[in-house]
Protein backbone atom coordinates (compact mmCIF):
# COMPACT_ATOMS: atom_id res chain seq x y z
CA UNK A 1 0.00 0.00 0.00
CA UNK A 2 2.66 2.40 0.66
CA UNK A 3 4.53 1.57 -2.55
CA UNK A 4 0.89 2.49 -4.60
CA UNK A 5 0.64 6.12 -2.44
CA UNK A 6 4.70 7.12 -3.37
CA UNK A 7 4.80 5.78 -6.86
CA UNK A 8 1.38 7.48 -8.10
CA UNK A 9 2.62 10.86 -8.23
CA UNK A 10 5.38 13.00 -6.70
CA UNK A 11 6.00 16.49 -5.36
CA UNK A 12 7.24 18.49 -7.06
CA UNK A 13 10.84 19.72 -5.09
CA UNK A 14 10.83 23.68 -6.55
CA UNK A 15 9.75 25.77 -3.81
CA UNK A 16 6.41 26.88 -4.45
CA UNK A 17 5.56 30.97 -3.81
CA UNK A 18 2.97 31.71 -1.06
CA UNK A 19 0.48 33.86 -1.95
CA UNK A 20 -1.04 35.78 0.86
CA UNK A 21 -5.66 35.32 0.22
CA UNK A 22 -8.10 35.84 2.68
CA UNK A 23 -9.83 32.81 4.17
CA UNK A 24 -13.10 32.71 2.22
CA UNK A 25 -11.00 33.31 -1.25
CA UNK A 26 -8.89 30.39 -0.59
CA UNK A 27 -9.35 27.46 -2.52
CA UNK A 28 -7.78 25.12 0.27
CA UNK A 29 -7.89 25.20 3.70
CA UNK A 30 -9.30 23.67 6.71
CA UNK A 31 -12.85 21.64 6.41
CA UNK A 32 -15.71 23.51 7.90
CA UNK A 33 -17.05 20.78 9.41
CA UNK A 34 -13.83 18.85 11.13
CA UNK A 35 -14.36 18.47 14.82
CA UNK A 36 -12.33 20.74 17.12
CA UNK A 37 -11.33 17.94 18.80
CA UNK A 38 -9.31 15.15 16.85
CA UNK A 39 -6.19 14.04 15.56
CA UNK A 40 -4.37 15.91 13.60
CA UNK A 41 -4.14 14.99 9.85
CA UNK A 42 -0.42 13.99 9.48
CA UNK A 43 -0.82 11.82 12.27
CA UNK A 44 -3.88 9.83 11.05
CA UNK A 45 -1.69 9.41 7.46
CA UNK A 46 1.44 8.22 9.44
CA UNK A 47 -0.82 5.80 11.44
CA UNK A 48 -2.74 4.47 8.41
CA UNK A 49 0.93 3.41 7.14
CA UNK A 50 1.54 5.83 4.10
CA UNK A 51 4.54 7.00 4.97
CA UNK A 52 6.29 8.65 8.15
CA UNK A 53 4.94 11.77 10.07
CA UNK A 54 7.43 13.80 7.78
CA UNK A 55 6.81 12.70 4.36
CA UNK A 56 3.12 13.11 5.69
CA UNK A 57 3.61 16.62 5.95
CA UNK A 58 4.96 17.16 2.53
CA UNK A 59 2.19 15.37 1.16
CA UNK A 60 -0.23 17.56 3.27
CA UNK A 61 1.46 20.82 1.66
CA UNK A 62 1.90 19.64 -2.23
CA UNK A 63 -2.29 19.51 -1.93
CA UNK A 64 -1.97 15.85 -2.24
CA UNK A 65 -4.77 15.26 0.51
CA UNK A 66 -8.42 15.76 0.86
CA UNK A 67 -10.39 15.54 3.58
CA UNK A 68 -14.42 15.27 2.74
CA UNK A 69 -13.86 15.79 -0.86
CA UNK A 70 -12.01 19.37 -0.27
CA UNK A 71 -8.37 19.65 -0.61
CA UNK A 72 -6.03 20.25 2.68
CA UNK A 73 -2.70 22.03 2.75
CA UNK A 74 -2.63 23.20 6.35
CA UNK A 75 -0.97 21.33 8.69
CA UNK A 76 -2.54 20.10 11.91
CA UNK A 77 -5.70 20.26 10.58
CA UNK A 78 -8.00 18.04 13.21
CA UNK A 79 -9.99 15.18 11.86
CA UNK A 80 -12.29 12.36 12.91
CA UNK A 81 -11.15 9.53 10.62
CA UNK A 82 -13.90 7.46 11.91
CA UNK A 83 -16.15 9.50 10.47
CA UNK A 84 -14.67 11.61 7.88
CA UNK A 85 -13.37 10.29 4.24
CA UNK A 86 -10.12 11.01 3.88
CA UNK A 87 -8.58 10.72 0.51
CA UNK A 88 -4.64 10.85 -0.81
CA UNK A 89 -4.14 11.17 -4.65
CA UNK A 90 -7.65 10.07 -4.84
CA UNK A 91 -7.48 6.95 -2.84
CA UNK A 92 -9.33 6.65 0.08
CA UNK A 93 -8.19 5.81 3.21
CA UNK A 94 -9.22 2.53 4.80
CA UNK A 95 -10.74 2.95 8.38
CA UNK A 96 -8.17 2.52 11.42
CA UNK A 97 -8.79 -0.58 13.62
CA UNK A 98 -7.16 0.08 16.86
CA UNK A 99 -5.02 -2.69 18.36
CA UNK A 100 -3.78 -2.93 22.05
CA UNK A 101 -1.11 -4.78 23.20
CA UNK A 102 0.53 -6.37 26.23
CA UNK A 103 4.12 -7.29 26.21
CA UNK A 104 6.11 -8.54 28.74
CA UNK A 105 9.47 -6.97 27.58
CA UNK A 106 12.63 -8.97 27.97
CA UNK A 107 16.41 -7.28 28.54
CA UNK A 108 18.03 -6.18 25.36
CA UNK A 109 14.94 -4.76 23.90
CA UNK A 110 14.68 -0.72 22.81
CA UNK A 111 11.50 0.29 22.84
CA UNK A 112 12.37 2.90 19.81
CA UNK A 113 10.52 2.02 16.77
CA UNK A 114 13.88 3.48 14.94
CA UNK A 115 17.33 2.10 15.99
CA UNK A 116 20.01 3.22 13.33
CA UNK A 117 21.93 0.52 15.21
CA UNK A 118 19.59 -2.44 14.37
CA UNK A 119 19.69 -3.79 17.65
CA UNK A 120 16.16 -5.85 18.48
CA UNK A 121 13.14 -3.51 19.09
CA UNK A 122 9.99 -4.08 20.73
CA UNK A 123 7.40 -3.73 17.68
CA UNK A 124 9.55 -6.77 16.34
CA UNK A 125 7.88 -8.89 19.16
CA UNK A 126 4.92 -8.35 17.84
CA UNK A 127 3.46 -10.48 14.77
CA UNK A 128 1.25 -7.28 13.25
CA UNK A 129 0.67 -5.78 10.14
CA UNK A 130 -0.36 -2.45 11.58
CA UNK A 131 1.61 0.38 12.50
CA UNK A 132 2.02 0.06 16.37
CA UNK A 133 4.35 1.91 18.85
CA UNK A 134 5.41 1.38 22.47
CA UNK A 135 3.79 3.61 24.95
CA UNK A 136 6.05 4.75 27.17
CA UNK A 137 10.01 3.52 27.59
CA UNK A 138 11.72 1.20 29.43
CA UNK A 139 15.58 1.45 29.42
CA UNK A 140 17.07 -1.71 27.26
CA UNK A 141 18.81 -3.33 30.96
CA UNK A 142 15.01 -3.27 32.56
CA UNK A 143 12.35 -5.80 31.56
CA UNK A 144 8.52 -5.39 32.01
CA UNK A 145 5.43 -4.71 31.24
CA UNK A 146 4.97 -2.83 28.56
CA UNK A 147 1.34 -1.35 26.01
CA UNK A 148 1.74 -1.33 22.41
CA UNK A 149 -0.88 0.37 20.46
CA UNK A 150 -1.80 2.59 17.28
CA UNK A 151 -4.05 4.62 19.73
CA UNK A 152 -2.34 7.88 19.88
CA UNK A 153 -5.18 9.14 22.80
CA UNK A 154 -4.52 6.46 25.22
CA UNK A 155 -0.91 6.90 24.65
CA UNK A 156 -1.14 10.29 25.52
CA UNK A 157 -2.92 9.68 28.66
CA UNK A 158 -1.14 6.71 30.07
CA UNK A 159 2.17 9.13 29.58
CA UNK A 160 1.50 12.59 30.56
CA UNK A 161 2.59 13.43 33.68
CA UNK A 162 -0.79 15.76 34.55
CA UNK A 163 -3.36 12.42 34.90
CA UNK A 164 -1.20 10.56 37.08
CA UNK A 165 -1.30 6.78 35.85
CA UNK A 166 0.69 4.87 38.24
CA UNK A 167 3.41 2.64 37.33
CA UNK A 168 4.57 -0.08 39.71
CA UNK A 169 7.73 -1.38 39.53
CA UNK A 170 10.11 -4.63 41.43
CA UNK A 171 13.81 -2.79 42.04
CA UNK A 172 16.45 -5.17 43.60
CA UNK A 173 19.51 -3.27 44.75
CA UNK A 174 22.45 -3.38 46.73
CA UNK A 175 22.82 -3.23 50.27
CA UNK A 176 19.61 -2.46 52.40
CA UNK A 177 18.21 1.26 53.09
CA UNK A 178 17.52 2.70 56.08
CA UNK A 179 14.54 5.02 57.71
CA UNK A 180 16.46 8.55 56.20
CA UNK A 181 16.76 6.84 52.42
CA UNK A 182 13.10 5.87 52.34
CA UNK A 183 12.37 9.49 53.79
CA UNK A 184 14.80 11.25 51.39
CA UNK A 185 13.27 9.74 48.59
CA UNK A 186 9.81 10.12 49.43
CA UNK A 187 10.58 14.05 49.81
CA UNK A 188 12.37 14.17 46.63
CA UNK A 189 16.00 13.92 45.20
CA UNK A 190 17.14 16.65 42.61
CA UNK A 191 18.58 15.93 39.39
CA UNK A 192 19.61 17.26 36.44
CA UNK A 193 16.02 17.98 35.08
CA UNK A 194 14.44 18.89 38.67
CA UNK A 195 13.46 16.95 42.06
CA UNK A 196 11.99 13.65 41.37
CA UNK A 197 9.79 11.62 44.12
CA UNK A 198 8.52 8.19 44.15
CA UNK A 199 4.32 7.83 45.17
CA UNK A 200 5.37 5.37 47.49
CA UNK A 201 8.17 2.79 48.32
CA UNK A 202 8.40 -0.48 50.52
CA UNK A 203 10.61 -3.28 51.38
CA UNK A 204 8.91 -6.25 50.23
CA UNK A 205 11.86 -8.68 50.92
CA UNK A 206 15.85 -8.47 52.69
CA UNK A 207 18.61 -10.31 51.60
CA UNK A 208 22.02 -10.75 53.08
CA UNK A 209 23.68 -8.27 50.64
CA UNK A 210 21.08 -6.81 48.77
CA UNK A 211 17.21 -5.49 49.00
CA UNK A 212 13.79 -6.00 46.94
CA UNK A 213 11.97 -3.01 46.77
CA UNK A 214 8.26 -1.82 45.68
CA UNK A 215 8.13 1.60 44.06
CA UNK A 216 5.35 3.44 42.43
CA UNK A 217 5.90 6.64 40.56
CA UNK A 218 3.39 8.84 38.45
CA UNK A 219 6.17 10.47 36.01
CA UNK A 220 8.45 8.62 33.67
CA UNK A 221 11.91 10.05 33.53
CA UNK A 222 14.64 8.81 31.83
CA UNK A 223 16.33 5.97 34.13
CA UNK A 224 14.62 7.77 36.94
CA UNK A 225 14.41 4.65 39.52
CA UNK A 226 18.31 3.22 38.36
CA UNK A 227 19.13 7.56 39.04
CA UNK A 228 17.58 8.02 42.24
CA UNK A 229 18.39 5.24 43.93
CA UNK A 230 22.07 5.73 42.89
CA UNK A 231 21.99 9.04 44.64
CA UNK A 232 20.91 7.22 48.03
CA UNK A 233 23.61 5.11 47.52
CA UNK A 234 22.62 1.83 45.94
CA UNK A 235 22.95 0.63 42.69
CA UNK A 236 19.94 -1.25 41.11
CA UNK A 237 21.18 -4.77 39.34
CA UNK A 238 17.35 -5.90 38.80
CA UNK A 239 14.44 -3.88 37.12
CA UNK A 240 11.13 -4.96 36.68
CA UNK A 241 7.73 -3.25 35.85
CA UNK A 242 5.10 -5.32 37.16
CA UNK A 243 1.48 -3.36 36.66
CA UNK A 244 0.69 0.25 34.76
CA UNK A 245 -2.64 1.04 36.88
CA UNK A 246 -4.89 -1.48 36.88
CA UNK A 247 -3.16 -3.28 34.39
CA UNK A 248 -0.75 -6.01 36.16
CA UNK A 249 1.26 -8.33 34.10
CA UNK A 250 0.24 -11.43 36.38
CA UNK A 251 1.69 -14.99 34.51
CA UNK A 252 2.91 -13.71 31.46
CA UNK A 253 6.25 -14.93 30.18
CA UNK A 254 8.93 -12.90 29.23
CA UNK A 255 8.95 -12.08 25.40
CA UNK A 256 5.22 -13.42 25.07
CA UNK A 257 2.29 -10.51 24.74
CA UNK A 258 -1.44 -10.96 24.31
CA UNK A 259 -4.39 -8.51 23.32
CA UNK A 260 -5.82 -6.14 25.89
CA UNK A 261 -9.42 -6.79 26.26
CA UNK A 262 -12.31 -4.04 25.70
CA UNK A 263 -12.42 -3.67 29.53
CA UNK A 264 -8.81 -3.30 30.30
CA UNK A 265 -8.77 -0.95 27.77
CA UNK A 266 -11.75 0.80 29.55
CA UNK A 267 -10.41 0.21 33.00
CA UNK A 268 -7.14 2.49 31.58
CA UNK A 269 -9.08 5.09 30.45
CA UNK A 270 -10.93 5.43 33.55
CA UNK A 271 -7.91 5.33 36.08
CA UNK A 272 -6.67 8.35 33.71
CA UNK A 273 -9.94 10.27 34.07
CA UNK A 274 -10.14 9.74 38.17
CA UNK A 275 -6.65 10.77 38.18
CA UNK A 276 -6.69 14.14 36.76
CA UNK A 277 -9.68 14.76 38.51
CA UNK A 278 -8.27 14.02 41.96
CA UNK A 279 -5.09 15.55 40.97
CA UNK A 280 -7.43 18.94 39.55
CA UNK A 281 -8.93 18.57 43.56
CA UNK A 282 -5.88 18.20 45.20
CA UNK A 283 -4.64 21.17 43.21
CA UNK A 284 -7.91 23.42 43.99
CA UNK A 285 -7.47 22.59 47.88
CA UNK A 286 -3.71 23.76 48.05
CA UNK A 287 -5.00 26.97 46.31
CA UNK A 288 -7.88 27.73 48.28
CA UNK A 289 -9.95 28.41 45.72
CA UNK A 290 -11.58 26.72 42.70
CA UNK A 291 -11.60 29.85 40.81
CA UNK A 292 -7.85 30.71 41.82
CA UNK A 293 -5.47 28.65 38.88
CA UNK A 294 -1.92 28.25 39.74
CA UNK A 295 0.75 26.74 37.76
CA UNK A 296 2.28 23.78 38.69
CA UNK A 297 5.49 24.91 41.37
CA UNK A 298 4.52 28.27 41.57
CA UNK A 299 4.40 30.24 44.80
CA UNK A 300 0.75 30.65 46.49
CA UNK A 301 -0.21 34.22 46.18
CA UNK A 302 0.70 36.38 49.18
CA UNK A 303 -1.71 37.67 51.09
CA UNK A 304 -2.47 41.54 51.89
CA UNK A 305 -1.86 43.04 55.07
CA UNK A 306 -5.82 42.91 56.02
CA UNK A 307 -6.06 39.30 55.62
CA UNK A 308 -3.16 38.60 57.60
CA UNK A 309 -3.70 40.80 60.67
CA UNK A 310 -7.72 39.27 60.35
CA UNK A 311 -5.88 35.69 60.43
CA UNK A 312 -3.94 36.47 63.52
CA UNK A 313 -5.74 38.53 65.06
CA UNK A 314 -7.06 35.34 67.50
CA UNK A 315 -3.71 34.46 67.90
CA UNK A 316 -1.97 37.48 68.81
CA UNK A 317 -2.86 39.68 71.66
CA UNK A 318 -3.30 43.16 71.02
CA UNK A 319 -0.04 45.31 71.77
CA UNK A 320 -0.37 48.89 73.60
CA UNK A 321 0.52 52.05 70.78
CA UNK A 322 3.47 53.74 71.54
CA UNK A 323 2.83 57.32 72.60
CA UNK A 324 3.42 60.19 70.11
CA UNK A 325 3.92 57.65 67.23
CA UNK A 326 0.85 55.94 66.05
CA UNK A 327 0.55 52.66 64.58
CA UNK A 328 4.30 51.54 66.06
CA UNK A 329 4.04 48.98 68.29
CA UNK A 330 5.66 49.81 71.74
CA UNK A 331 8.82 48.36 73.12
CA UNK A 332 8.28 45.14 75.45
CA UNK A 333 8.61 46.06 78.85
CA UNK A 334 11.42 44.78 81.07
CA UNK A 335 15.19 45.97 81.81
CA UNK A 336 15.38 49.65 81.32
CA UNK A 337 18.32 50.31 78.76
CA UNK A 338 21.29 51.50 80.09
CA UNK A 339 22.60 54.91 79.63
CA UNK A 340 25.31 55.02 76.73
CA UNK A 341 28.84 55.23 78.78
CA UNK A 342 31.19 57.48 77.50
CA UNK A 343 33.96 56.32 75.87
CA UNK A 344 37.45 56.48 76.86
CA UNK A 345 39.87 58.49 75.63
CA UNK A 346 42.50 56.72 73.22
CA UNK A 347 45.85 55.96 74.85
CA UNK A 348 48.83 57.92 73.82
CA UNK A 349 50.81 56.84 71.34
CA UNK A 350 53.73 55.28 72.92
CA UNK A 351 57.13 57.57 70.99
CA UNK A 352 58.70 56.09 68.45
CA UNK A 353 61.97 54.31 69.80
CA UNK A 354 65.59 55.38 67.93
CA UNK A 355 67.27 53.84 65.08
CA UNK A 356 70.24 52.51 66.14
CA UNK A 357 73.27 54.25 64.17
CA UNK A 358 73.97 51.74 61.46
CA UNK A 359 77.22 49.95 61.83
CA UNK A 360 80.01 50.58 59.79
CA UNK A 361 80.21 48.36 56.62
CA UNK A 362 83.38 46.45 57.15
CA UNK A 363 86.29 46.92 54.61
CA UNK A 364 87.15 44.00 52.22
CA UNK A 365 89.19 41.52 52.40
CA UNK A 366 92.77 41.92 50.81
CA UNK A 367 93.44 41.10 47.56
CA UNK A 368 96.04 38.21 47.72
CA UNK A 369 99.14 39.44 46.54
CA UNK A 370 100.17 37.85 43.04
CA UNK A 371 99.42 38.67 39.27
CA UNK A 372 97.65 42.12 39.06
CA UNK A 373 94.40 42.24 37.11
CA UNK A 374 94.97 44.32 34.02
CA UNK A 375 93.49 46.83 33.71
CA UNK A 376 90.01 46.89 31.00
CA UNK A 377 89.43 49.41 29.34
CA UNK A 378 85.66 50.57 29.87
CA UNK A 379 83.10 50.76 26.96
CA UNK A 380 83.70 54.70 26.02
CA UNK A 381 87.90 54.15 25.94
CA UNK A 382 87.14 50.89 23.79
CA UNK A 383 87.71 51.41 20.00
CA UNK A 384 85.58 50.32 17.61
CA UNK A 385 84.97 46.80 16.30
CA UNK A 386 86.64 47.52 12.37
CA UNK A 387 89.48 49.38 14.06
CA UNK A 388 90.66 46.60 16.27
CA UNK A 389 94.56 45.71 15.86
CA UNK A 390 94.47 42.05 14.34
Known sequence: MREDYRNRRRPDPRPRRKVDRPPSQSPTGPVEDSPARGERLQKVLAAAGIASRRECEELILAGRVEVERRVVTTLGTRVDPLAQEIRVDGVTL????????????????????????????????????????????????????????????????LTHPRYG????????????????????????????????????????????QSSDLIIVLKEGRNREIRRILASVGHKVLHLRRIAIGPIRIEDLPIGAYRKLLFEEVQLLEKAARDSKQSGRRGSEARSGSPDMKR?????????????????????????????GRPGRPQRPSGRPRPEGRPRPEGRPRPEGRPRPEGRPRPEGRPRPEGRPRPARPSRRQRPPREELPE
Not at 117 to 129: H, Q, T, Y
Not at 134 to 146: A, F, K, N, T
Not at 170 to 177: D, P, T, W
Not at 180 to 190: C, N, Q
Request: glycine share 6%.
Open 165 to 208: IEKTYLARCVGHLTQVDFDRLRSGVRLAEGVARVESITLKKRHP
Open 94 to 157: PRPKRAYFLLNKPSGVVCTNDDPSGRARVIDLIKSDLRLFPVGRLDRSSEGLIVVTNDGALANR
Open 295 to 323: RPGARPPRRSSTQASSSTQDQRPARPQRP
